[in-house]
């Protein structure tokens, strides 16, 4: 986010207008910060019953799957990060899979062009984000499952259950959820969606009014009773294949049973005395992310301005190159024997990436080699860490914000709309943002290229910084920022998620920065550099937990840009 960091020669003032609503918070015993003050509190209570930062991110989840429907979910998939008190650090990947029947062409018409259509806001999208087509098979409930099987203390039963009793007696509806009431109500061409926030009397639930998800309660039950079978197998399996035939999608029964959540090896990487753990693909968030860091270790920064015309123009050098090596190589490993993931991670490659930045004018993005993908900005992210100092990092979606925003009466949860994730058009390249290379392409069971990036940054092997935000590609740029501004220029992590952020993607050749950034001498010297620039109200929700190593206090801080977020510790 967002908020005018004054600079004054190496010391930075930050001056944060007096509407800024960052929850922020300390404490000795544990903290959890998410997107919905609900799900924040239902995290603390499973960790003062004793449960450890694997037991309280399970609970948090479900809950989020309830009141922050735009991206918290059982019918999408996400990445998990978890470091224990000793600094020994894991990942579970959930993330959603192409279904069986999934084929590299299936989104383009005859002539194979990827044809447009409606959204579910009633807006023209390219069909690839559109309809059951567009749903890859859901990874949540089995990421969770595996997490806890592996790594939780608590009765998983005891984890579930504050969602269900919040979906089934209702929570007052907050204003950012009423704006979405509204629009879907006046607009949405996808019945489920217009009813998605009605009463049983056909009328919209009004602020503040309790909002209850009866049947999304008694799906949360199945998974409470059965575990990862509760939603992959049984009724509610059977309701989902029911509902892709009736819709043509092509999620079958096989694909639900087949699919599995996968622990594997984090991306690791340093910054001067810090270890920075991150999500391997089929994220590119981890890989991007330690190589701009990476590329920064390179770097004085007491030399360079904080938001100055040479920093700026470096931040979006450095960007500009990760996000081009990020479109020629990464996808789901599984599926390609080499992504050269060392190489882009090392320090030899940095130093090569960095010996061509020239400081005085912008390299030109190459749009006819490598382009890049698309991905949804609605995401959510959520940080915890417990008393014994063990923390996970969360990430997970439904792509876009409320995904497809297809669901079953029966079931009550909304469906992702994951597949846009993937490269849509074989060979296609533009500089508007579409991407045709190889390693993103469509296979049966192979998982889309994802931004998220959930981080967890090391000191003295003992976890010191968690941190993550939603926001498409520029989750892997408001991630990097921050975690430069705390581990590079020392600013605590509320201050460091505050602090304005630029962007950029390599294609479209752009920075994108937040506006209020850049004075408009700034804004010159950098177009005279061959930048070109454009402005957005805000990038990046981040949700972060930075421990005050010296005074044994957590410190945590839910980015004013998000709504309904709160950092809640005890
Ligand atoms: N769907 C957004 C992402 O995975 O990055």
């Known amino acids: 986010m967002k908020h005018l960091?004054?600079?004054?020669?190496?010391?930075?003032?930050?001056?944060?207008?007096?509407?800024?609503?960052?929850?922020?918070?300390?404490?000795?015993?544990?903290?959890?910060?998410?997107?919905?003050?609900?799900?924040?509190?239902?995290?603390?209570?499973?960790?003062?019953?004793?449960?450890?930062?694997?037991?309280?991110?399970?609970?948090t989840a479900f809950t989020l799957a309830v009141t922050h429907p735009a991206a918290g979910n059982i019918g999408g998939g996400g990445f998990l990060v978890f470091m224990n008190s000793l600094g020994i650090t894991t990942t579970i990947d959930f993330r959603e899979k192409a279904p069986l029947k999934a084929s590299p062409k299936m989104f383009l018409d005859e002539g194979g062009?990827?044809?447009?259509?409606?959204?579910?806001s009633g807006k023209e999208s390219t069909v690839n984000h559109i309809g059951a087509k567009s749903i890859g098979v859901p990874g949540t409930v089995a990421g969770l499952?595996?997490?806890?099987?592996?790594?939780?203390s608590l009765p998983w039963a005891d984890l579930v259950q504050p969602a269900i009793d919040i979906a089934e007696n209702g929570f007052p509806l907050t204003w950012s959820l009423l704006q979405a009431a509204t629009r879907f109500d006046a607009n949405s061409p996808i019945p489920f969606l217009?009813?998605?926030?009605?009463?049983?009397?056909?009328?919209?639930t009004q602020f503040e009014e309790l909002w209850k998800q009866p049947e999304l309660a008694k799906t949360l039950s199945e998974i409470r009773d059965h575990g990862q079978d509760g939603f992959y197998k049984g009724v509610v399996a059977a309701e989902i294949v029911s509902f892709m035939e009736k819709n043509g999608g092509i999620i079958t029964k096989e694909d639900l049973q087949r699919y599995t959540a996968v622990e594997r090896k984090p991306i690791k990487g340093t910054y001067k005395d810090y270890e920075i753990y991150s999500m391997p693909p089929p994220s590119s968030g981890g890989v991007a992310l330690i190589e701009m860091m990476n590329l920064m270790e390179l770097v004085d920064l007491d030399s360079i301005e904080f938001n100055s015309t040479a920093y700026v123009h470096l931040l979006a050098e450095v960007m500009r190159r990760a996000f081009a090596d990020r479109a020629e190589h990464l996808g789901d490993a599984d599926f390609s024997k080499d992504m050269s993931l060392e190489k882009l991670t090392s320090k030899v490659f940095a130093r090569k990436r960095f010996d061509n930045i020239d400081r005085s004018i912008a390299s030109i993005s190459d749009s006819t080699k490598f382009g890049q993908i698309y991905d949804g900005a609605n995401t959510t992210h959520f940080s915890v860490m417990d008393k014994n100092g063990n923390a996970v990092s969360l990430t997970f979606t439904l792509e876009q914000g409320y995904g497809s925003g297809m669901g079953s009466d029966k079931l009550g949860f909304i469906f992702n709309n994951e597949m846009g994730d993937f490269n849509p058009v074989p060979g296609a390249t533009t500089t508007t943002g579409q991407i045709g290379t190889n390693p993103n392409l469509i296979q049966p069971e192979k998982r889309m290229l994802s931004s998220m990036t959930p981080t967890i940054v090391a000191k003295n092997g003992k976890p010191y910084l968690v941190i993550g935000s939603p926001g498409g590609r520029t989750i892997i740029n408001t991630v990097f920022q921050t975690v430069l501004n705390?581990?590079?220029?020392?600013?605590?992590?509320?201050?460091?998620?505050?602090?304005?952020?630029?962007?950029?993607?390599?294609?479209p050749d752009k920075i994108v920065y937040e506006k209020g950034l850049l004075s408009p001498d700034t804004r010159k010297a950098l177009e005279a550099m061959n930048h070109s620039l454009v402005s957005k109200n805000s990038l990046g929700e981040l949700m972060g937990i930075q421990m005050d190593t010296k005074n044994k206090i957590m410190i945590g801080a839910s980015d004013s840009s998000s709504p309904d977020g709160a950092a809640i510790g005890y």
């Open 194 to 204: 217009r009813d998605y926030f009605k009463k049983d009397n056909g009328q919209l």
């Open 5 to 59: 960091p004054l600079f004054s020669g190496i010391f930075l003032l930050i001056s944060l207008p007096s509407t800024v609503a960052i929850s922020q918070t300390y404490a000795r015993n544990g903290i959890v910060v998410s997107s919905s003050k609900i799900a924040s509190e239902v995290g603390i209570d499973i960790l003062q019953k004793g449960g450890n930062a694997v037991d309280a991110s399970v609970a």
């Open 486 to 507: 705390v581990i590079g220029y020392d600013i605590q992590v509320d201050k460091a998620i505050e602090a304005m952020k630029i962007h950029h993607s390599w294609l």
């Open 145 to 152: 499952y595996l997490a806890h099987q592996k790594y939780g």
């Open 113 to 120: 062009t990827l044809t447009k259509g409606k959204n579910l």
